[in-house]
């Protein structure tokens, strides 16, 4: 995966791990820039997601790439071949809609099967492949139902099935998750990386889920008004969030200025001392406690300390709760450390 | 359950409102007498013969059954593709033009059926059956272009964009996804433009002629010159007519689905 800052160069070369590439994309819709320069590859045999607020762009990104929306300028390449303007039915790439779009009037195989029959697979075959995908996605005893007959769980599993079936170039899910139950949601990322481990398919997947993006990627792009914001492996942004956006929708919570440069914590790494400042540690605030709230697994100390300026920083704490040590009350002075590795200094 | 003797009273009156009517021309047209009266004298089906055998209500009837055919055809294959242009389309002046395909429902049909008469019948010289065509088309487009859009509405437009991404091609993404999900609105739209096509007697009063007059205008007249069980028993038989083809249609494909469109 390299998602080229807006700024740089495009990437002219097609590799063959490049299963698409975007290039110098733009897409306005009216006055609205939805899509703002975005150059991108996607590579070959692995699920990248985009990751945004919504109206940052990644689902007109997910649709520019399926063909059900043209850019208004700049190249999309589907293994190494311009697509741009390519119909979405020329394209052979597997849509899963945020909706599922299951054809209601069909049974779950005639839906599976739909792809199949278009691509004019003969009966026998097309019987056994809709079997095996059904089987895939663990759906196999429901082949003779209607979509409406089946929880959400099991609509979206056939919606992938039909994705799946037709042996797509490139695996499109659009925030496949966002309708089903928390429970069901997190089976359904270890589900959909092993049918992804299985198939070997490379996978393009739209969420606004942090978690989900972390636990599916193995490269995560995450866009903010058109543009790519930061992108490189869970691994590689999580803990080095190049901006305050990244940082901010990754769950860091407390940015302090220091010498003119911007530093970030994650509430989990503060720590609360009330002594003196620890040896080596790089950030040390007196602070006061404004609120503490128990959450089960920890507490949350929510402070303030002196900025820059004249106005207060808030500071948020996560202590587990079943530390032993400080236990900070409202209106205590305290001292807030981090240790030196947890500080991660932000480009603006 | 709590009783609500102020609904149930109400639902009483709504049911002996509509009902009760029907009720006198049913039975009248029973009678064993010669007049249109309730109760009726005796029992006898001599009417529902005469009803049949008059050569100017058969005639009628199969003027009429033609017109209502024709025009709830002719309405929803320009009705239909209307509805898909406006639910789908992107095309400026959207509201000026569903208004336009909507304005029969409030235009008097007096003023479409004068103007049809003036411009059509005396101006071009054209027969009476053209005319109540047109004005029969014009009166059933509302019907044809919301009851189809309703249910259009309720079709997923993600639906064709997955057929699409699937392979197919946008007319046969039409044609499998969304023309059978079409379906139900298309068929209630029909059966009420049929109805309403049958039942019209404003428009086919001001296009009739010696050649083409439609049943209920035939009925009309017959009522004004003797007011005989006759009229009764034709307007059981048409009754008995309706009940079949909402059996039919309950059979086939369910009220419930085929309303469901306007719900």
Sequence with gaps: ?????????????????????????RQTFGDFTAVDGLNLTVEQGKITTLLGPSGCGKTTTLRMLAGYTTPTSGTIRIAGEDATRLPPEKRNLGMVFQSYALFPHM???????????????????????????????????????????????QQQRVALARA?????????????????DARLRVQMRAEIRRIQAETGLTVVLVTHDQDEALEMSDAMVLMRAGRVMQSGSPAE?????????????LGYENFVERDGRLLTVRPEHLEISTGPATEGARLALPATVTRVAYRGV????????QGTGDEPVPLIAALRADETGPDPRPGDQVTVVARPDRVVELAG | MKARPIAAALAVLGYVVMLVPILFVVGGAFTAGSTLKFPPEGFSVRWFGEAVANESFSQALTSSLLLAVVSTALALAVGVPVALALHRGHIPGRSLLEGLFLSPLVIPELVIGLALYQQLMIGLKQTSFLALLVGHTVLLMPYAVRVTGASLALADQSLEEAARGL?????????????????????????????????????????????????????LDYIQQSYDPVIAAMSTLILAGTVVIAVIA???VGFTKIFGGIN
């Design chain 1, 1 to 25: 995966m390299t998602a080229a800052s807006p700024t740089a160069a495009p990437s002219t070369a097609s590799t063959t791990a490049a299963a698409a590439e975007f290039i110098d994309i």
């Design chain 1, 164 to 180: 799946i079936a037709i042996r797509p170039s490139l695996l499109l899910l659009d925030e496949p998750l966002s309708n089903l």
């Design chain 1, 298 to 305: 920890d507490r949350h100390i929510a402070l303030t300390t």
């Design chain 2, 167 to 219: 392979g197919s091609s946008p007319w046969h993404a039409f044609r499998t996804v969304t023309l059978p999900l079409l379906r139900p609105g298309v068929m209630s739209a029909g059966l009420l433009g049929f109805i309403t096509s049958f039942n019209n007697v404003p428009l086919s009063l001001l296009l009739q002629s010696r050649d083409f007059g439609t049943l209920p205008v035939t009925m």
């Design chain 2, 250 to 252: 309950e059979r086939t």
């Design chain 1, 237 to 249: 942004v999580f803990p080095r969030p190049a901006n305050r956006f990244v940082a901010e929708f």
């Design chain 1, 107 to 153: 049974t779950v195989a005639d839906n599976v099967g739909f792809g199949l029959k278009l691509r004019r697979v003969p009966v026998e075959e097309r019987r056994k492949r809709v079997a095996d995908t059904l089987d895939l996605v663990g759906l196999g005893h429901l082949a003779g139902q209607r979509p409406k007959k089946l929880s959400g769980g």
